[in-house]
C-alpha cells in the first residue's frame, strides 16, 4: 500500500544552519507529494507541494523536488532561523482520491 | 474566510465511555476529513466525508464512525473509549471541485482527547 517514510527526529540546528530532511514514498501511479508543518498547539499548515515528477515546491525559503528515480522528496533550507521550529511531515495522495498518507513527522528545534 | 473549527478543544473522557467531536469546515469546503495524532504513530487517517456520504475510510475499528451534515459540518464518534484512544484528533476539509488534483487540505487545531 501507499507510505511515506521520513526520517527520524528531532532535528536541533543552530540558526542559519542547512536544513535537509530526508522523506521517501511508495505508491502505485503517480502521486502528489507534500510538505506540512505543525506549529506547537496548532494544526497542519501546507509548506510546499510537488504534483508531478521533477516539479519543485518551494516557500518561505524552504524547497523540496519530486523525485520519481528515487522516490524521495527531501525538503530543504539554506538557512534556517529560530522561527522554524516545528513539526514537519511528508505526505502523498494520489489522484484517486482524497486520501492523505502522512510521516510521522520530524521534530525541528533552532537555536538562537 | 473563517478557518477549519473544532469543538471541543479538550476533552477527558474514562473508559467505557462514548465521545464526539465536532468540526466545522471552511465555508465551500465539501470535504471533510479526520486524523488520529499520537507520538507512536503519527498522522492516521480515519475516514473522509463528502457530500454526507463517507468515500474513503482507513483502518480503525467499529467504533469509530463519522457523519456529515448538509451543511458539510462533520461529527466523528467514539464509543466504548479505550485508553488508546488518547490522542490528537485533527480534522481537515478541502474544495472538491472537478478538475485539478491535489486539492489542499486545511487543518483545524484538533481536539485532544484524553482518556482515564
Known amino acids: 500500500g501507499d507510505s511515506v517514510t521520513q526520517m527520524e527526529g528531532p532535528v536541533t540546528l543552530s540558526e542559519e544552519a542547512f536544513l535537509t530532511i530526508n522523506c521517501t514514498y511508495t505508491a502505485t501511479g503517480y502521486p502528489s507529494l507534500f510538505w506540512y508543518v505543525q506549529y506547537p498547539g496548532e494544526g497542519l499548515q501546507l509548506l510546499l507541494k510537488a504534483t508531478k515528477a521533477d516539479d519543485k515546491g518551494s516557500n518561505k525559503g524552504f524547497e523540496a523536488t519530486y523525485r520519481k528515480e528515487t522516490t524521495s522528496f527531501h525538503l530543504e533550507k539554506g538557512s534556517v532561523q529560530v522561527s522554524d521550529s516545528a513539526v514537519y511531515f511528508c505526505?502523498?495522495?494520489?489522484?484517486?482520491?482524497?486520501?492523505?498518507?502522512f510521516g510521522t513527522g520530524t521534530s525541528l528545534t533552532v537555536i538562537p | 474566510k473563517a478557518g477549519v473549527t473544532q469543538t471541543p478543544r479538550y476533552l477527558i473522557k474514562t473508559r467505557g465511555q462514548q465521545v464526539t467531536l465536532s468540526c466545522s469546515p471552511i465555508s465551500g469546503h465539501r470535504s471533510v476529513s479526520w486524523y488520529q495524532q499520537t507520538p507512536g504513530q503519527g498522522l492516521q487517517f480515519l475516514f473522509e466525508y463528502f457530500s454526507e456520504t463517507q468515500r474513503n475510510k482507513g483502518n480503525f475499528p467499529g467504533r469509530f464512525s463519522g457523519r456529515q451534515f448538509s451543511n458539510s459540518r462533520s461529527e466523528m464518534n467514539v464509543s466504548t473509549l479505550e485508553l488508546g484512544d488518547s490522542a490528537l484528533y485533527l480534522c481537515?476539509?478541502?474544495?472538491?471541485?472537478?478538475?485539478?488534483?491535489?486539492?489542499?487540505?486545511?487543518f483545524g487545531p484538533g481536539t485532544r482527547l484524553t482518556v482515564t
Open positions: 505526505a502523498l495522495s494520489r489522484d484517486t482520491g482524497n486520501q492523505f498518507y
Open positions: 481537515a476539509s478541502s474544495v472538491w471541485t472537478s478538475g485539478d488534483f491535489p486539492y489542499e487540505q486545511y
